[in-house]
């Protein structure tokens, strides 16, 4: 068994090839795009909403069979096709050229695979049993997104501006990190289920005004 690294990586303004223009091939696409990566897609035929994603400017599609060529310049590499001798091809190019490659049907023959995800905003939980047990990782997922609803992302995408108004209002790093650690993301979730932003809003300003009064700033 593959013991995997877990990593969240960079992929803004960097070339993505998605080999495959299917359903998978869609998803595949999607995700990149939202964490903005620079997408081409390959196939002879792609799925519909591929089309629409091009027509819109938000990828590039090259209609045609894949040539070893289509992946200079590619900082990542997705083998998404149904033609398994074909994903194999293009994950040993990636292999000899040294970009990451994931290969959607046989993930032992890439160098890296795509953890199931749950997306809050900010927050984004990546789950994976190294591929020894797909339907426990789902279902696994399933009880954390009850857990994680939209409100973390509220919360954490709120706290996130509150961050960068206590860098201006606190001169002081040792005091930045106690009113940080003092405000609890769980109490400010829950907070913010029964009172909405302005709720979570006071809340938050009173315990800056109380810090401040306490500590004589």
């Given at each position: 068994?593959?013991?995997?690294?877990?990593?969240?990586?960079?992929?803004?303004?960097?070339?993505?090839?998605?080999?495959?223009?299917?359903?998978?091939?869609?998803?595949?696409?999607?995700?990149?795009?939202?964490?903005?990566?620079?997408?081409?897609?390959?196939?002879?035929?792609?799925?519909?909403?591929?089309?629409?994603?091009?027509?819109?400017?938000?990828?590039?599609?090259?209609?045609?069979?894949?040539?070893?060529?289509?992946?200079?310049?590619?900082?990542?590499?997705?083998?998404?096709?149904?033609?398994?001798?074909?994903?194999?091809?293009?994950?040993?190019?990636?292999?000899?050229?040294?970009?990451?490659?994931?290969?959607?049907?046989?993930?032992?023959?890439?160098?890296?695979?795509?953890?199931?995800?749950?997306?809050?905003?900010?927050?984004?939980?990546?789950?994976?049993?190294?591929?020894?047990?797909?339907?426990?990782?789902?279902?696994?997922?399933?009880?954390?997104?009850?857990?994680?609803?939209?409100?973390?992302?509220?919360?954490?995408?709120t706290l996130g501006q509150v961050r960068k108004r206590i860098k201006r209002e606190f001169d002081d790093p040792q005091q930045r990190r106690s009113i940080v650690t003092s405000m609890k993301v769980d109490d400010l979730v829950c907070l913010y289920r029964t009172g909405g932003q302005v709720a979570v809003d006071k809340k938050?300003?009173?315990?800056?005004?109380?810090?401040?009064?306490?500590?004589?700033?």
């Amino acid at each position: 068994m593959t013991s995997f690294y877990p990593i969240f990586l960079d992929v803004e303004h960097k070339l993505c090839v998605i080999v495959g223009g299917g359903k998978v091939a869609t998803r595949k696409a999607v995700s990149l795009l939202g964490a903005n990566a620079v997408v081409r897609v390959i196939s002879p035929q792609v799925h519909s909403d591929l089309t629409v994603l091009a027509e819109a400017n938000k990828l590039q599609i090259m209609a045609r069979k894949y040539q070893d060529d289509d992946l200079a310049g590619a900082f990542l590499v997705i083998a998404a096709t149904d033609n398994t001798a074909l994903n194999g091809q293009v994950a040993a190019f990636c292999q000899a050229q040294r970009i990451l490659c994931n290969v959607v049907d046989a993930p032992e023959h890439g160098n890296f695979i795509v953890p199931s995800m749950i997306v809050r905003g900010p927050l984004t939980l990546a789950i994976s049993t190294g591929g020894m047990a797909p339907a426990a990782t789902q279902q696994i997922r399933q009880r954390l997104q009850e857990e994680f609803d939209d409100a973390y992302g509220v919360v954490l995408a709120t706290l996130g501006q509150v961050r960068k108004r206590i860098k201006r209002e606190f001169d002081d790093p040792q005091q930045r990190r106690s009113i940080v650690t003092s405000m609890k993301v769980d109490d400010l979730v829950c907070l913010y289920r029964t009172g909405g932003q302005v709720a979570v809003d006071k809340k938050i300003n009173q315990m800056l005004l109380t810090y401040k009064k306490e500590n004589g700033i």
